[in-house]
């Protein structure tokens, strides 16, 4: 009954629109008098004639943010730490979280036994990019240095050849950064370059970027936990 009553209201709320514009010839008149019935139909009668239908989500309520001082120290990062994504336990970064925390906090989940690897990149080397594409998610985006060209970052580029991973940035203000996905990797490429002047420096660069991802670059809250594997002295 309530799907006849439907289509009876919107064929008579059509030839209303069209009759209302040949009056008038005026097409803006037509369709001002079908809102005003669509309107009037649903307060007198409780039906709504038009739904939306599908998943697109609702829109959720904005939030304002108040504007904050910069601290002395707050660009440049002091730690870099990688892990394979095969070794975390769950995708635990997700949409819902950027709009409800904007930050994960918690124990990141790893496999048991596995963790986290520190890179020790060269000072003030450190950098990352995230961005929010219209209809393309987000963007993310890392690259770090090693001082010189030799064995271990030959040996590295081989280890990090095709393998998806995810990052943690520790920046100079000791603030945490999550970089990747477990399902939308991180996965690096690698250049290394000697200078044609003896007073420059070897180096080895690794890039990695994303797009298509479910959130940004996520801050790590106050407290997050993961297990680290301790560097080796040399």
Known sequence: MRGIFKILAGVALLMLVATVTVNTGNLMAGLLAGSAA??????????????????LGATTALIGIKRKTQMLTIGGAKRLY???TED????????????????????????TGKK?????????????????????????SLEFKFLGYNAETVKLSGLLYETPVNFIVQ????????????YIPMMCEMKGTM????????????????????????????????????????
């Open 116 to 140: 986290f690897v520190e890179l020790e990149a060269w000072y003030d080397s450190t950098k990352f990019d995230t961005e929010m594409k219209i209809g393309g998610g987000y963007t993310q």
């Open 38 to 55: 669509t309107v009037a139909t649903q307060y007198l009668t409780g039906f709504t004639l038009f739904e939306l239908q599908g998943h």
């Open 195 to 234: 200078p044609e002047k003896g007073t420059a420096r070897k180096e080895t660069t690794f890039m990695a970027k994303q797009d298509g991802m479910q959130v940004p670059i996520m801050p790590l809250g106050p407290a997050v936990t993961f297990d680290v594997t301790p560097l080796v002295t040399p």
């Open 88 to 111: 975390l336990l769950n995708e635990f970064l997700n949409y819902d979280l950027v709009k409800s925390a904007g930050e994960f906090t918690g124990a990141i989940p790893l496999v």
């Open 82 to 84: 990688i892990v394979l």
């Open 171 to 182: 920046g100079n203000d000791d603030k945490l950064y999550y970089i990747g996905q477990k």
